[in-house]
């Protein structure tokens, strides 16, 4: 066998190694690390940390993931998920065709799904998310949403927005709320483009009477025609009205709130 090349087990294998080692983790679910890693079937872990760095799997060897530390990273053919480590110099995470599960990290961070039914998860930090072809769920916030200001582009087909979280308790609360009663909410909000009100979902906590919909023009968003606000509402003469999401360019009625979906 050539020097620097590495040949696993038929076991779950931990082969980590620099990136001049060339890895054919074989079967089992395997934690991998290398210059070019062959994952072969089981579900594998390929770590990247470097802009050379190739992982290499083939149709039907499993559901994988890779874990990066670049600044961009891009999903090879027939692997399936990424995540961007926190504390590195990640940032930019795409998918390919597949259906793919992306998830940032607490930095500002762009995440585009391409093609397939995609799942992308922004974390903390003022995320953009792209979902691209397919049907798309779209989840831009870290925790609840406070001091963030996320971008959510689902693209052509099914998309949902995800607006709400539910506590460690149970209960189900609104994303993007700051609890400062006195502002409405201007500094944290999913700013949602391209929103095709005939095929895009809207997911919200609690029912449609807790929240508005003004239609006004947002500096700073879209282009000069109206975008509509999504609020939710206040306690009437003690808490203002708090902004969650920025539809825009987008002119959307009263009525567009019984279209959303409920949790």
């Not at 609690?206 to 700073?220: D, E, F, K, P, W």
């Amino acid at each position: 066998m050539p020097d620097n090349v590495v040949t696993g087990t038929n076991s779950d294998d931990v082969l980590h190694y620099d990136n001049s080692y060339t890895i054919y983790a074989l079967t089992g679910d395997d934690s991998i690390s290398g210059g070019k890693m062959y994952g072969g079937s089981g579900n594998d872990f390929f770590h990247v940390d470097d802009v050379a760095d190739l992982v290499i799997e083939y149709a039907n060897e499993g559901i994988d993931i890779v874990f990066s530390t670049i600044y961009s990273y891009k999903l090879t053919d027939h692997v399936e998920n990424l995540l961007l480590e926190e504390g590195s110099d990640a940032r930019i995470g795409e998918g390919n065709t597949l259906n793919n599960e992306i998830t940032g990290n607490d930095s500002a961070n762009t995440l585009k799904g391409f093609g397939g039914h995609d799942k992308l998860f922004g974390g903390a930090g003022n995320d953009t998310l792209i979902g691209g072809e397919g049907s798309d769920k779209l989840v831009g916030f870290g925790f609840n949403g406070r001091n963030e200001i996320d971008t959510l582009k689902g693209g052509t087909g099914q998309d949902t927005m995800v607006l709400w979280y539910e506590t460690s308790d149970g209960n189900k609360i609104a994303a993007y709320q700051d609890n400062n009663f006195v502002l409405s909410g201007w500094n944290d909000y999913a700013k949602i483009q391209e929103f095709n009100a005939s095929e895009d979902k809207v997911e919200l906590a609690g029912a449609a009477s807790n929240y508005v919909l003004q239609r006004l023009s947002v500096a700073g968003v879209g282009s000069n025609a109206q975008d509509t606000v999504l609020l939710r509402k206040g306690i009437q003469g003690l808490t203002t009205n708090e902004v969650i999401a920025v539809f825009e360019d987008r002119s959307l009625a009263s009525s567009s709130l019984n279209s959303f979906i409920y949790k």
